[in-house]
Structures are given as C-alpha cells and as structure tokens.
C-alpha cells in the first residue's frame, strides 16, 4: 500500500517536470491533487526555477532537487497522518 507521503511526492514530482517542461498549470483538481499538494507543487517549482536560474541546478538534475524538495514537504504536510478527512486534503 502506498503511503499518503509516497503518493504526494509522486504526484508532485510527476507535475514539477510537467510544469518545468512547460506543459503549465493546470486546475489542482483536474491533476488530481488536493488544494495542500499543489501549494507543495508551487513552493517545488519556484525552488527548482530558482535553482535553475541561479545555475545551482541544471535541467539533467533538477529532478533531484525537486524530489527532494517534495520528499521535504510532503513529509512535514503528513507527519501527523493526513491533515484533514476531507475530500480535497
């Protein structure tokens, strides 16, 4: 069974290179993410872009920044187990 962090890092990690590649945003929902990992995909991005910007990353390993920065996030947005009970969590 996949944990709710393996799964958010996932996800986050699978629309970090989609939005890196300039493939856009898109609504939260319809990528089938909750309102908390886009916010954790946005904060992702701006790093990774920053990084990129600053040639402290390239586009061969940005990958590695952004999953690491999603394995950050998203472990602190579940340490307690799942936010909320709600739907859209």
Known sequence: MTSDVDLCVSIVVHWSREVLDGRGYGDYQSMGMSGGQYDILR?????????????????????????????????????DGRPTEGPWR
């Open 43 to 79: 904060e992702t991005v701006d790093v990774a872009r920053a990084a990129l910007r600053k040639g402290t990353a390239t586009r061969d390993n940005v990958g590695l920044l952004t999953g690491r920065q999603a394995r950050e996030r998203c472990s602190a947005r579940y340490r």
